[in-house]
């Protein structure tokens, strides 16, 4: 069972930058990684992901050149480096990883992702 506990967000304004990190327990260095957000009144989506080995890195548009995925396999920890924040960053923020071991393609779809976080809220004040 993989269990996943999202830390690092908080109150910052434009322009500020802010590190989340999710430490996972249970196998999920074979897993993919995701990250998605949802803020209040719309649905949750898709923000970035990361291969099993750390060499593919899809983004949402919204985030491109902003946002930076990366994972730490022998630490069991996914970060997501945000920075040049915007007020419609502002979103609590989900790490969930894959449904699917050693999968080839990095999926973005929020139904292929079995593992889910709690959430780290993310707030930027304009």
């Known amino acids: 069972q993989v269990q996943l506990v999202e830390s690092g967000g908080g109150l910052v304004q434009a322009g500020g930058s802010l590190t989340l990190s999710c430490a996972a327990s249970g196998r999920t260095f074979s897993n993919n990684m995701g990250w998605f957000r949802q803020a209040p009144g719309k649905e949750r989506e898709f923000v970035a992901a990361i291969n099993w080995s750390g060499d593919s890195t899809p983004y949402a548009d919204s985030v491109k050149g902003r946002f930076t995925i990366s994972r730490a396999n022998a630490k069991n920890t996914v970060y997501l480096q945000m920075n040049s924040l915007k007020p419609e960053d502002t979103a609590v923020y989900y790490c969930?990883?894959?449904?699917?071991?050693?999968?080839?393609?990095?999926?973005?779809?929020?139904?292929?992702?079995?593992?889910w976080g709690q959430g780290t809220q993310v707030t930027v004040s304009s």
């Open positions: 969930a990883a894959d449904r699917q071991s050693w999968r080839f393609v990095v999926v973005t779809t929020l139904s292929e992702y079995r593992y």
